[in-house]
């Protein structure tokens, strides 16, 4: 006994330094930020809160279109309390990354995934690049994932256990989280809803009842945290939906739409191994739903992995579509959620399809984790090396500002109201851009408060 509760401790010793290892080469330390970055970075110059969320509510109606604002008012009070600091510009999206790996491993031992099981989920979630990007960005996007992956562990939990209070606290932890920081969460958390409630009856065996649906939604959590939603939506998003004429297969090409959804994004963590182990996958399920025998004992133990791959991918498809009638760009980081829930599920279904082998054959259950292992190993492998390889030479750039400088810095930072110069007045967009970016950074570089100046790029609180 004391053994296990030995091995215990240092298995969650191992998953949580795993964790802050994969956080810490995601956390983009030492890069500038850019100009999406900029547009939240620019809120720390105004006064007070008041002034803040007057400027973030006025934007929203334009260059902030689709946002609820919390992610730059929360940012606004980091700035105002830490100065320009970049790390705490970012931090709102570094810990909603670090809070994703420690849910997504609740999650696992929910499908009572053994800690090999866990530490593949890990690795394969860590491998998913246009999902880890968002660690270190200061934008929306993490919140959204962090919020999604909880609301799912929440869900999934059984109903006795949620009563306790620490259970109560993350469900609110975790709605809250996604109404307050971005629209898509609604869509996402139905989904789960629905999800694991089938699962519940897929495991069970149990009926659909009025009563056992009230029961897992849990009404009073679900109607605060819809009245949260549309009250802020209300004030924000929701305000006033602007007309856009971009040209949808812009940024992610029509022909290569497919290829970018499943292969660069959705699957990456699979990397070339992709479609065979889709095509083993589907042989194994064909042959399952086939014979009754093999139907009855093994489809429950499939079904639900499966099922969720589906709605995360489903989702991705509408999101897009979404775009495409809006005449919006289609992007990858609309399905950052999507993303996210992949990885989990496949790793999930891994695990399923093992213990199936496992009782057939030993030597065919190993063949399958070392199928299912070798390329997720191998992808966070390169992408490790990757990310701390451009640590490193972030590092050995950063450089302390010259004492000759100081004083233009100094009157910077007495200057009320920033104006690029004429030439880049309604002119090219870039360079204006580039303009405020670079203003942006040197401030960061510096420390200190940000400088009243930036207020220009928004305009004065009414």
Known sequence: MKNKLINYHISNICLLLLCLFCVALNSSFGRPIWIDEFLHFAFGSYDTTAEAWN???QSILTINHGQTGIY???DHWLMQLFGANIFWLR??????GLVLFL??????????MPFFWQVIGILALFSQTQLMYFVGEARPYMPLVTATVCTLAYYSTPLPQRTRAIFTFFGLFSILMGVLFHPYFSVYWLAIIVFTYLQKLIQT????????VLKHTNIPLSVLGTI???TLGLLTWLRERPEFTFAPFHWVKKDELLITFMEFSHFEFLQKLLY?????????FSIIIVYPKLRKVYLKELISPVFLIIIALGISIVLSYVSFRSNYWILPRQWVASISLVPLAFVWLGYKISKIFAKINIILAFSWIMLCFTPIVLQFNKVAISNYQYLRERLAQISVISKKYQYYFEYLESLEYFEPPKNLQNQNVDESNQYWVSLANKNLQQGGRVWKGFRGYYGHPK
């Open 55 to 57: 400027a973030i509510s």
């Open 72 to 74: 730059m008012l929360i």
């Open 91 to 96: 931090f709102p999206s570094i810990f909603s």
């Open 103 to 112: 849910a997504a491993i609740y999650l696992f031992r929910l499908w009572g």
């Open 205 to 212: 065996g149990g009926k659909i009842s009025i009563n056992s």
């Open 228 to 230: 949260v939603y549309f």
């Open 276 to 284: 065979p182990l889709l095509i083993i996958i589907f042989v194994i």
